[in-house]
């Protein structure tokens, strides 16, 4: 019998666009924080694990804060309407210009994170999961997006985690891609 052995497609990183607002829970205030959030049509996730949402994905980052990541667009409006709506449950916190993220694609097996310095246990790493980690000497969020991979990082850092990501990944035969938006993304986080 013959087979056809079709190539993977090689890894690719990219800049991700994206307005970033916090929600972190005043004291003993998270399941009123945990219920808006619901009412507004947003699942906040546990610590560790990443939701889409509309427009965007929901990041649990620390106990009892979450961090949403919104397209561009209209994104003024979500954090104004965060405020009013939370302004008893939660401190809203823009972010937006204090990220950086980066998306990997057609990365199929956590080995390449490993090469390019990601020092976490990738192997148990299912869609939808996040946790904060070390790459290039860059305190970084790693979270799994369906097949693709969302890094985050402190925007003084972005140019060169991105530079680090693009010449490391070209060892490999990776590319650089065009910048997306996070609104772009596939809807769900698990394939």
């Not at 890894?11 to 005043?26: D, G, N, R, T």
């Not at 965007?56 to 003024?76: I, M, Q």
């Amino acid at each position: 019998m013959n087979r056809i052995l079709h190539p993977l497609p090689a890894p690719s990183v990219s800049a991700c666009l994206f307005a970033a607002i916090e929600l972190a829970s005043l004291r003993g205030r998270a399941d009123s924080l945990l219920a808006l959030a619901a009412a507004r049509g947003v699942r906040l996730p546990p610590l560790g694990r990443i939701e889409a949402c509309a427009g965007g994905v929901v990041l649990g980052v620390r106990p009892e804060r979450w961090l949403l990541l919104l397209a561009r667009s209209g994104a003024e409006r979500q954090l104004e309407a965060w405020t009013a709506a939370a302004a008893a449950t939660a401190a809203v916190i823009d972010l937006s210009s204090a990220l950086a993220g980066f998306r990997l694609s057609s990365v199929h097996r956590g080995d390449t994170l490993h090469r390019l310095g990601c020092r976490l246990d990738l192997d148990r790493f299912e869609p939808g999961t996040a946790a904060a980690t070390t790459i290039a000497q860059t305190a970084t969020i790693v979270a799994r997006y369906g097949q693709d991979w969302l890094l985050l990082c402190a925007a003084s850092y972005g140019a060169h985690l991105g530079h680090w990501l693009s010449h490391n990944l070209a060892a490999h035969r990776g590319t650089a891609a065009a910048p997306t938006s996070i609104g772009e993304w596939p809807g769900d986080v698990r394939p």
